[in-house]
């Protein structure tokens, strides 16, 4: 079968806190989930969950575009350095992702490698195609601007992507709705909304 496999590396943990909990947590619990005209939230849908597989590593495997593009935007945010390949993966599947096999996997751990090699924020393993290329680009967009978001833009991000409304964002994080709007506008919320939708796009594309 193909699919997607996608390699988490931890930075700097060796003296930093560990990450791998939280982030199996948000990859596994609901989460804004974006398609071509729609984004709403939704529980992510893994063929082989989040694991951790290594130390600091997490790896996982999906068929389904917008879990993929939810996953690189999690990761994106915190300090994560990404691998991610689509390829054949040996079935019948195993339990877990950890025990899985095929040439989806050899590639996504070479991505990661050049992905520290090249100290990148992500590495998408390409076949030559113009579909991956176009992917391909659009993922390290995708990291760039979940990376560069202010602490501040950060959280009002997270926080209306679960809840997709003012009021219930403004009473978690105790402002006001008008100071709500005006977070998420200068965060550029939809911008970062149609950037997904445009890599959920391309990543069906490759498919």
Known sequence: MLAWVILADQL???????????LLDSLTSPGLLVSSTDYHVGTPHWTLPPERTSGDEVQALSTDPATLIHALWTAGCGPWRIGLAHDEVVTPLPDSTRAARGPAYVKA???????????????VATDGTDAMRRFSQ????????????RPASRDIVASYDLSMT???????????TSAVSQRLTRARWEYLVQT??????????VQ
């Open 12 to 22: 700097e943990s060796r003296s930093h806190d560990d990450e791998v909990p939280t």
């Open 196 to 205: 997904r939708q445009l890599a959920v796009d391309l990543a069906r594309d």
């Open 109 to 123: 751990r070479q991505a990661i490698e050049e992905c520290r090699r090249r100290r990148a924020g992500v590495q």
């Open 138 to 149: 659009v993922a390290s967009v995708v990291v760039d601007l979940a990376r560069g978001l």
């Open 166 to 176: 003012s009021e219930e964002t403004a009473r978690a994080l105790g402002i006001s």
